[in-house]
């Protein structure tokens, strides 16, 4: 089959590589009909993600149709139609069944790679190293998902792909972020950070009764998609914009009720031991504004909550913590626990309160795809979404 694998820093190409095989009886091979490039894809192809190897199939975002089962798989059977899930979970250890999918104790069979990096391991995750559980990536035509009963969402109605893809991520991960940011009906919530991620995160926050949201960005077709979603915009690239001074204005000088960090920030390379400081962040934007957690706890309102979907790995620097103790903040944060909002998203989306393919901009061929990182690392091309056909021929998708 043809995947896009990762052969070096800024390396990428698109190889014949061998079909995936079941190897557990509770895998399933998926044979991928639509699959995205994420943010956080990024940051695999610029280096700073420890433990790839040459070879190495990216991509979490992907859903397609049952092409086999193992024995043990119960739920799904060959031409069920699924999305999948970024985080793999068990479904049985202590964390999963306390619906904390994405700490499962169970699916990273390198967590002492990450445990010697970080202290502690979650998840395995698809396409994103070996020290996230080696997992082949879905920027290829078929895939293997173990765990095939816990995981993949079917897809019973014949909504196209397109719309019910990011449910796979990047929509979880923006809803959980307004979740966690406790939203109460006419509340002012801002965002810093207009990626995928971020789009969601706004238009989940209207969901959950936001009276406004302000966000918050520098890329004017990231905030044109912002305003399409009602919106406020502060442009901080701007010369006479400040954020709090905006933000301050914006809420009669009291500050927003929440405030979500949809950036995230890269560790500073002293203060952990070698490359593995350099960690994911799962979002968007280059992390080229480490300020914006403490923005965030600077502009929140006495008593608000700041959520933080954007991944942070290592030690933060000048954090104001004092201001967050004495405002009395809530802080929400963490990788999202995908299997709790998959199902409830897409009944959002069969009911027509969303329709995600807003956000695609491109669409390619998995032979495009190495060339189209660059387009998206460099933010050209006015990108805000990159989807993938599989089984399209250049120059077709
Ligand atoms: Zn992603
Ligand atoms: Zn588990």
């Known amino acids: 089959m043809k995947a896009v694998c990762w052969m070096g820093t800024g390396k990428l190409e698109t190889l014949n590589v061998p079909d995936p095989t079941l190897l557990n009886p509770h895998d399933a091979i998926i044979k991928i009909t639509r699959t995205a490039i994420c943010g956080s894809d990024l940051h695999l192809y610029d280096g700073f993600i420890p433990t790839m190897e040459a070879g190495d199939i990216l991509g979490h975002e992907f859903m ?4 086999e089962v193992g024995n043990d798989v119960t ?10 899930p970024f985080t793999i979970a068990c479904g049985n250890c202590l964390f999963c069944r306390k619906k904390l999918w994405s700490a499962c104790d169970n699916t990273n069979p390198n967590s002492h790679l990450m445990e010697a990096a970080y202290g502690y391991s979650g998840s395995g995750l698809f396409g994103y190293s070996h020290m996230m559980g080696g997992y082949a990536g879905g920027q290829a035509q078929y895939a293997r998902v173990p765990f095939a009963n816990v995981g993949p969402l079917k897809i019973e109605s014949d909504l196209p792909d397109e719309k019910v893809l990011f ?22 919530v801002a965002v810093w950070g207009c990626g995928p991620v971020g789009q969601f995160t706004i238009a989940s926050a209207f969901m959950l009764g936001a009276g406004r949201v302000i966000a918050i960005d520098r890329f004017p077709e990231r905030l044109k998609l912002a305003r399409s979603l009602g919106a ?34 890269e560790a500073h390379s002293t203060e952990l031991q070698g490359v593995y400081d ?15 957690l403490r923005q965030a706890i ?13 991944v942070y790995g290592g030690l933060l620097d000048k954090v104001p913590f004092g201001a967050a103790f004495g405002k009395g903040i809530t802080m929400k944060m963490g990788q999202t626990n995908m299997h709790n909002y998959m199902k409830p998203l897409l009944e959002r989306i069969e009911q027509g309160q969303i329709d995600p393919s807003y956000l695609i901009s491109h669409r390619i061929t998995l032979d495009e795809a190495p060339e189209m990182y660059k387009v998206w690392r460099d933010k050209k091309d006015n990108v805000t979404k990159i989807v993938i056909d599989p089984w399209a021929e250049k120059g077709s998708a």
């Open 167 to 188: 449910l796979s991520d990047i929509f979880p991960t923006g809803y959980m972020a307004a979740e966690n940011a406790q939203i109460q009906p006419g509340d002012t």
């Open 232 to 265: 406020i915009t502060v442009d901080y690239s701007e010369e006479d914009v400040n954020v709090l001074t905006a933000l301050k204005d914006l809420t009669g000088g009291i500050g927003p009720d929440a405030c979500i960090d949809a950036v995230g920030l």
């Open 64 to 67: 397609g149709l049952i092409e």
């Open 75 to 84: 739920n799904l059977k060959r031409g069920d139609r699924v999305v999948v």
């Open 298 to 310: 600077q502009a929140v309102r006495k008593g608000g909550t700041v959520s933080i979907p954007g």
């Open 278 to 292: 350099k960690v994911k962040t799962s979002l968007l934007l280059e992390t080229d504004r480490p300020g914006v």
